[in-house]
């Protein structure tokens, strides 16, 4: 067992979890380096742990973590069911049985419908039996809370939440995703029914700290708080927010994260202003000028236009496969999709857009970008997905 470097404090807690959560995907392939992180992170007051069946060697890594240095009993460990890799009932059990020997627990705290993408993936995995399984494993204490983590629009999102009894639910939301993904609206639903709000992605990956552009690098640069500062502290004044996980890979950051939450302060509208401003200045890059209103929605053909918006700005911002990742997440992989080539070029959305956007020139853009040829290959495995998912019921 290593030594306690750090003594051992508390921390900002909601609902009985730390403000600030550790999201061990990008745990370091180093061990000892990795166990110092975890150790720092509970030291300081950290409790909650998310990990998942597809982060390669996480779940192993956590578990010999906390049980070398004797404290799984004192934190929450979150893994998820991988649902996207479901065919068949006796799966539940064989993903279940391999996350906990790999965390050496013979419990879960928080488990996570992995990517829920729609009703109908529910719906599927409820012909398979899951909600009696969930109940026969919180009956047996081998779960403790059940919840999903999600990608996709607040419409989705928001019909997902009366689904099932959920205990809690993860979403990507940050200052940039306000208004998409759950977005604001449904982390304040969610949080009015009781269900606790866990926040992946809060910096974007980085975007918001290290790829700001120049003009919202200006905007902090004039202000007292770091680039990751805003964006963290613009989380924790929201009292509907649970936990916001941040994937700590080095020392550095997640030193940089609790000075954060030790600093904290509430909001005053002088710091909403400057997040406005921050905003403003990352928007002006924006390839296509679309606010997320909806106007335009419902597409007779179905296309979720200011999604694919959304993905096709992000695939310039953020990088090409990050834009990519959310289209096919976000649009392609559920079945209802709302890609842009089922647009028929009627028109009707560009008679209602407040910002006069040439929405049908702006698709033929986006077709070009976010469905290349091997996009085909990502349809296929979708389509596939939700041809036969309801064939292997046993």
Not at 117 to 142: A, F, N, S
Not at 183 to 199: H, Q
Not at 343 to 359: D, H, M, N, T, Y
């Amino acid at each position: 067992m290593i030594p306690l470097f750090f003594k051992e404090k508390t921390m900002i807690q909601r609902n009985g979890y730390s403000i600030l959560g550790y999201g061990c995907m990008r745990l370091p392939s180093d061990d000892k380096l990795a166990e110092k992180l975890i150790m720092k992170a509970y030291n300081s007051g950290i409790n909650y742990f998310d990990t998942a069946y597809v982060y390669k060697g996480k779940e192993e890594q956590l578990g010999k973590i906390l049980a070398k240095n004797n404290i799984r009993e004192k934190v929450t460990v979150a893994t998820k069911l991988p649902v996207y890799m479901i065919r068949k009932r006796e799966q539940f059990d064989e993903f279940f049985d391999e996350e906990l020997k790999r965390l050496q627990t013979d419990y879960v705290d928080n488990y996570l419908m992995h990517m829920l993408p729609d009703e109908t993936t529910w719906k599927r995995l409820v012909d398979l039996g899951i909600i009696e399984w969930l109940e026969k494993k919180k009956e047996l204490g081998q779960i403790k809370r059940v919840g999903f983590s999600f990608h996709g629009s607040t419409d989705i999102f928001l019909r997902l939440l009366d689904a099932y009894d959920w205990e809690f639910c993860m979403v990507q939301y940050n200052y940039l995703d306000e208004n998409s993904q759950a977005g604001r609206k449904g982390v304040e639903t969610a949080a009015s029914k009781g269900i606790p709000v866990f926040i992946m992605e809060p910096l974007r990956g980085g975007r918001l700290t290290k790829g700001l552009n120049k003009k919202a690098q200006a905007v902090i640069a004039k202000t007292d708080k770091t680039a990751g500062e805003w964006g963290l502290s613009w989380l924790y004044n929201q009292e509907t927010i649970t936990c916001v996980l941040s994937g700590m890979e080095t020392m550095e950051v997640l030193e940089e994260n609790l000075r954060i939450v030790d600093n904290f302060k509430t909001f005053d509208e002088a710091d909403y202003k400057v997040i406005e401003k921050i905003k403003d200045a990352i928007n002006s890059k924006k390839h296509i000028p679309c606010t997320g209103c909806k106007y335009c929605m419902p597409c007779p053909f179905g296309v979720d236009i200011p999604g694919a918006f959304r993905c096709y700005n992000t695939s310039y911002n953020d990088g090409f496969i990050r834009g990519e990742t959310e289209y096919v997440m976000s649009i392609a992989m559920k079945e209802e999709q709302g890609l842009v080539s089922q647009c028929k070029q009627c028109g009707k959305c560009e008679k209602v857009c407040p910002q006069q956007i040439p929405i049908r020139k702006e698709i033929k853009k986006v077709k070009r970008r976010l469905q290349p040829p091997f996009f085909r290959i990502i349809r296929r495995i979708s389509d596939h997905y939700y041809k036969t998912g309801n064939k292997t019921i046993e």
